[in-house]
């Protein structure tokens, strides 16, 4: 199969858990157009699959992803039409587009991350709702050692992490290791490279073992009062509440609660 004609995304569905892989090893699993096209079909179907309980966001070969495809980039895309403000443009919308389809996915999105994740890739580990990392790897939002502040990564990295943290990230494009990025939020978890997978389908597992209708609900609701004030984002999340107790999953699960047994989820 020609390089042209490979997947740039493989996806595999077993027990719930929805797998996608960036297929570009060879490039380091960069973010060219093709790449954030390709990756945006997947989730915008997924999104409406009741089947899918949790996508597990993976990557092929040595690295989980090094970001915007700079060669593509400085050359103004596939067409070599040079660089340009409208080109520019659009190119980061259709990356920002994809960012905020990860958090909006009713599913929770973890990101499983070996190798290096630099740039729009380390922004993408940001994005998911949950990490695993491998102990060798490597996090950094580099563009500054080329001249070009990673603007849009700082919108999530700041999210995840204390502010001073992110801009000594930003401001001198240096790498943090995987112990680091735990200590400070950017991940969740690290474990050995061997164990990876392992440490993905544990935590897979286990959120998968409560009712979806919760999790999608919890999930919304998380990424909506982050951005509110206090006093609005607990007329939300008792608003949420009120919802979620109403949904027979709920009411199962409470009068369970209260009689000493295990709920029958439906």
């Keep these: 199969m020609s390089a042209a004609a490979t997947p740039y995304v493989l996806k ?7 797998t996608l892989t960036l297929n570009r090893g060879e490039r380091f699993n960069a973010l060219s157009e093709q790449m954030l096209a390709a ?6 179907a997924l999104a ?18 090094a970001g915007h495809d ?11 039409a040079g660089p340009s403000a409208a080109y520019y443009n659009t190119l980061f919308s259709q990356c920002s587009k994809l960012m905020l389809s990860i958090q909006q996915l009713p599913q929770p999105v973890i990101a499983r991350v070996q190798g290096i994740a630099t740039a729009a890739g380390c922004q ?11 102990d060798d790897a490597r996090f950094a939002v ?3 050692n080329v001249g070009l502040f990673c603007s849009t990564p ?19 494009g240096e790498f943090i290791d995987a112990a680091t990025a735990r200590e400070r939020g950017l991940v969740n978890r690290v474990v050995a490279a061997d164990q990876l997978d392992a440490e993905v389908a544990r935590l897979a597992a286990a959120i998968i073992a409560k009712p979806a209708v919760a999790v999608a609900m919890g999930k919304r609701l998380f990424y909506q009062q982050l951005e509110m004030g206090i006093a609005a ?7 949420t509440m009120a919802c979620n107790m109403m949904d027979a999953t709920a009411l199962e699960g409470v009068q369970a609660f209260v009689e000493k047994r295990k709920p029958e989820w439906r």
């Design 39 to 44: 990756l945006q079909a997947e989730l915008d």
């Design 70 to 80: 700079l060669k593509q980039m400085i050359a103004g895309g596939d067409a070599g």
């Design 12 to 18: 595999t569905a077993a027990d719930g858990v929805v």
């Design 142 to 144: 580099s563009g500054i």
């Design 48 to 65: 409406t699959d009741p089947q899918a309980r949790v996508v597990v966001l993976a990557a092929a070969g040595r690295a989980f992803c």
């Design 233 to 239: 984002a607990y007329q939300l999340a008792g608003q």
């Design 124 to 134: 993408l580990v940001a994005m998911c709702d949950l990490a695993v990392a491998a």
């Design 154 to 172: 700082s919108v999530a990295l700041s999210r995840n992490i204390g502010r001073k943290e992110a801009m000594e990230m930003l401001l001198t």
